[in-house]
């Protein structure tokens, strides 16, 4: 499922702001990047199963492995998790409401905390 008027996608911010701002609102990057592209994910275990809400985002200047890189953000989505498989993301998938709602909630945080860093 896609979160296409979240007000993320096409938004930049410097890596280590972004990494900051990620984690306070519980999004983990780990291992998930590499020199041009950047993962984060929230994961949400609901007795429905576990979702991941994902925001990626691609280097617009520098590298992700350097002190500096500006990311553009993309759109974010959610996923179900099915083991052993991995997560799915299509449109045909069911997402509770409520949890999809959680989601907009904290996508909305996090829009709100990079545009007070643009201030």
Known sequence: MKFDNSGLENQTVELSLLDDIMARHGFVRAAQWDYERVTYDRKYVIKEGTYYLRVQGYAIEGDVD???????????????????????????????????????????????????TKE
């Open 66 to 116: 350097s002190r500096y890189a500006l990311i553009k953000l993309l759109t974010p989505i959610l996923g179900k998790h099915y083991y052993p498989h991995g997560v799915e993301y299509g449109e045909d998938e069911h997402f509770p409401s409520s949890l999809v709602g959680q989601c907009q909630k904290v996508l909305e945080q996090v829009k709100r905390e990079i545009e007070k």
